[in-house]
């Protein structure tokens, strides 16, 4: 989720200052560093659910109550359809996912901002897309059609 859904004062979110606050529309950690949504990311999740698309998040934080707290703030918690957050390799999550869905890998798109996690995800046959400064309209749309 960590500059993929928000960058977190250039850092994860595991490396921020809890607990969080909104100050003058901004949200702020403990150290008044700012964590912020990308733009395209509400857009985004609301045009998924739209097309009732499933929606999960696959962090492997290792303060996952932080990230959870950071999607609550957002407001954005309530888009995902299943949460994998917690350290660890993303093949757990997935594994998690594609049984809770009972769906192929195949059939899944993923959206990350480390070529590791890409690399590592899509050796699995899941359609990877690599994710620069944030989540953008134009990486997940293609994939509507």
Not at 53 to 77: G, M, V
Not at 96 to 104: E, L, N, R, S, T
Request: charged letters at 30%; hydrophobic letters at 35%; proline letters at 4%.
């Amino acid at each position: 989720m960590d500059f993929t859904l928000w960058d977190a004062g250039g850092t994860w979110c595991d490396a921020t200052n809890p607990p969080y606050y909104w100050s003058n529309g901004a949200l702020l950690d403990q150290s008044n560093s700012e964590i912020e949504l990308y733009p395209d990311v509400i857009p985004v999740l609301e045009e998924l659910k739209r097309n009732n698309r499933k929606i999960a998040a696959a962090s492997r934080t290792f303060e996952p109550t932080w990230a959870q707290d950071l999607l609550h703030l957002f407001d954005i918690d309530k888009y995902f359809d299943r949460k994998e957050i917690y350290p660890g390799s993303k093949i757990q999550h997935f594994s998690k996912i594609k049984k809770y869905f009972g769906i192929d890998y195949s059939d899944m798109v993923f959206f990350d901002d480390e070529h590791r996690n890409i690399l590592e995800v899509g050796k699995l046959g899941v359609e990877t897309v690599f994710v620069n400064d944030g989540l953008r309209k134009g990486q997940v749309f293609q994939y509507l059609k």
